[in-house]
């Protein structure tokens, strides 16, 4: 089974430039989430999509931060203007369904604002 | 808010030595908890989890972990470390799917 494909795996940027992620998931998996770990702490989850609706997206700074999952397959991330703050390793992650199900996750990448 | 908090940063123990993280959580309704774990260079990937029923419950590669409800916690225990057990560990906890993670704890075991 192939897993969650992340690209790219590495981005710098300056501040004020703006980023996307794409994100792959595990066929036949529903569910989708976008996370952010920051160096030295734990991932935090941004948004998360059932299909191609957002579920929460309560974490999302929605003044620089969008995600979509068009046909709900992939999906992308996009940060504009982005900020050295935003430094961190973006997750995505799949799984079956919303609830009671584990999330697979993919390689991340690696965003260094400079 | 949920949160968890993982009170060691980092351990460092010597192969065969016995192994307990701790993680305990804030939130006093029914949530499901998990523990990650990210070896070097690789993706996190699920140790195990528990969801309801016996608190005590079994993963990969030798690991428990009990859910003690009245304490708010999950400890990750394994009996005897390897030197290749050597990774970041992350508690997490789901209610309705707002999922947390603790900031992690570094384990380095000594060959």
């Known amino acids: 089974e192939a897993g969650v494909a992340q690209s790219p795996r590495y981005k710098i940027i300056e501040k004020r430039q703006s980023v996307a992620f794409w994100c792959n998931p595990i066929?036949?998996?529903?569910?989708l989430y976008w996370y952010q770990q920051i160096l030295g702490q734990g991932p935090k989850l941004l948004i998360q999509?059932?299909?191609?609706?957002?579920?929460?997206d309560s974490q999302l700074p929605k003044d620089r931060f969008s995600a979509e999952r068009l046909k709900g397959v992939d999906s992308t991330l996009k940060i504009q203007p982005a900020k050295l703050e935003d430094s961190a390793v973006y997750l995505c992650?799949?799984?079956?369904?919303?609830?009671?199900?584990?999330?697979?996750f993919g390689p991340g990448t690696r965003l260094t604002v400079t | 808010a949920q949160s968890v908090s993982q009170h060691n940063h980092h351990v460092i123990l010597s192969e065969a030595a016995s192994l307990e993280l701790g993680c305990n959580y804030s939130?006093?309704?029914?949530?499901?908890l998990f523990w990650y774990v990210q070896y070097p260079g690789q993706h996190l990937q699920l140790l195990l989890k528990?969801?309801?029923?016996?608190?005590l419950v079994k993963g990969i590669k030798g690991f428990e972990a009990e859910f003690i409800k009245s304490k708010f916690s999950f400890n990750l225990r394994k009996p005897s470390v390897q030197w290749s057990d050597t990774a970041e560990y992350f508690c997490?906890?789901?209610?309705?799917?707002?999922?947390?993670f603790g900031a992690g704890t570094r384990l380095t075991v000594k060959p």
């Open positions: 992650a799949s799984s079956f369904g919303p609830v009671d199900y584990e999330q697979y």
């Open positions: 066929s036949g998996h529903a569910t």
């Open positions: 999509f059932q299909n191609n609706g957002v579920v929460d």
């Open positions: 939130y006093g309704g029914t949530v499901n």
């Open positions: 528990y969801f309801s029923g016996d608190p």
């Open positions: 997490a906890i789901d209610n309705n799917n707002d999922m947390r």
